[in-house]
């Protein structure tokens, strides 16, 4: 089973800064992609940032010079380093994974059960 476990939300004021990860575990053959989402009440989930294998990363307009999206391929790990943080920034953000668990197979998407990031003061 492959499982997406996620850490590192929660509360911060504004300016300040937070990082994400998110460990891919479970019988994974290759992972094509990895990256963040996240949906805030009353919008649709939209792409924050992410880094597929071997191409440039993609992030959102909104969160340019401020996120940086990172992975650690030996651990099948993402992170989010998140500054300069902005209470639009408020979300709950989800960890996607594009990957095969067989060779042969097909690639397929999994999602993290989501971390709620909250910018207050």
């Known amino acids: 089973q492959v499982q997406l476990v996620e850490s590192g939300g929660g509360l911060v004021q504004p300016g300040g800064s937070l990082r994400l990860s998110c460990a891919a575990s479970g019988i994974i053959f290759s992972i094509n992609a990895m990256g963040w989402y996240r949906q805030a009440p009353g919008k649709q989930r939209e792409l924050v940032a992410t880094m597929p294998s071997g191409v440039s990363t993609v992030y959102a307009d909104s969160v340019k010079g401020r996120f940086t999206i990172s992975r650690d391929n030996a651990k099948n790990t993402v992170y989010l380093q998140m500054n300069s943080l902005k209470p639009e920034d408020t979300a709950v953000y989800y960890c996607?994974?594009?990957?095969?668990?067989?060779?042969?197979?097909?690639?397929?998407?999994?999602w993290g059960q989501g971390t709620q990031v909250t910018v207050s003061s």
């Open positions: 996607n994974a594009v990957l095969k668990i067989q060779i042969g197979g097909p690639h397929s998407n999994y």
